[in-house]
T-cell receptor, first 116, second 114 residues
Framework: GAVVSQHPSWVICKSGTSVKIECRSLDFQATTMFWYRQFPKQSLMLMATSNEGSKATYEQGVEKDKFLINHASLTLSTLTVTSAHPEDSSFYIC????????????FGSGTRLTVV | AQSVSQHNHHVILSEAASLELGCNYSYGGTVNLFWYVQYPGQHLQLLLKYFSGDPLVKGIKGFEAEFIKSKFSFNLRKPSVQWSDTAEYFCAVSSNSGYSTLTFGKGTMLLVSP
């Protein structure tokens, strides 16, 4: 079945630094990838939709300059949290769709980001 | 915009009890419906999905869900739960298009006591 690999699974960084999270589709081409953020005891909140070869579409309230998304190939999307602050600490999850629309979504294992 | 409501935030059951988790959605068009499960320390996994056809959908691990269009509901059921079913369960909806995003409910934490 479809597999999405997300890396790293957890990261601790200092305030002011940037962190890059990778999301790879291992056995299918993901024309669309989604980035979610999960706050404790809350549901996943969609941050942005990234389409291969074009700019990401951000949800209202998500800072484009802070959460940089790059989807340069059909198998890789990256989320970079720039100038991270403690309030950015969260669980980030990516998911990918093969574009067929009828196979559901495959999720990465998530990245636990802690900013100290 | 679509939205999803899960009725229970926490459910505690004994092994062999029957399970039903409620999920209601709001959306004006045709939807695809999903139930995902997140076991402790693991990522989300798809339990089952509904796109069209038979409104009673069977998924993995003995789970099933019924789509009742008139009630905008997609409740998850299992006749007899096991301790290993302890996890968080998310209902999700997407509009019926290839690139639609998923909207999740807030999740229901199920704790099954042995």
């Amino acid at each position: 079945g479809a597999v999405v690999s997300q890396h790293p699974s957890w990261v601790i960084c200092k305030s002011g630094t940037s962190v890059k999270i990778e999301c790879r589709s291992l056995d299918f081409q993901a024309t669309t990838m989604f980035w979610y953020r999960q706050f404790p005891k809350q549901s996943l909140m969609l941050m942005a939709t990234s389409n291969e070869g074009s700019k990401a579409t951000y949800e209202q309230g998500v800072e484009k300059d802070k959460f940089l998304i790059n989807h340069a190939s059909l198998t890789l999307s990256t989320l970079t949290v720039t100038s991270a602050h403690p309030e950015d600490s969260s669980f980030y999850i990516c998911s990918a769709n093969d574009g067929q629309g009828r196979n559901g979504y495959t999720f990465g294992s998530g990245t636990r980001l802690t900013v100290v | 915009a679509q939205s999803v409501s899960q009725h229970n935030h926490h459910v505690i059951l004994s092994e062999a009890a029957s399970l039903e988790l409620g999920c209601n959605y709001s959306y004006g068009g045709t939807v695809n419906l999903f139930w995902y499960v997140q076991y402790p320390g693991q990522h989300l996994q798809l339990l089952l999905k509904y796109f069209s056809g038979d409104p009673l959908v069977k998924g993995i691990k003995g789970f099933e869900a019924e789509f009742i269009k008139s009630k905008f509901s997609f409740n998850l059921r299992k006749p007899s739960v096991q301790w290993s079913d302890t996890a968080e369960y998310f209902c999700a909806v997407s509009s019926n298009s290839g690139y639609s995003t998923l909207t999740f409910g807030k999740g229901t934490m199920l704790l099954v006591s042995p």
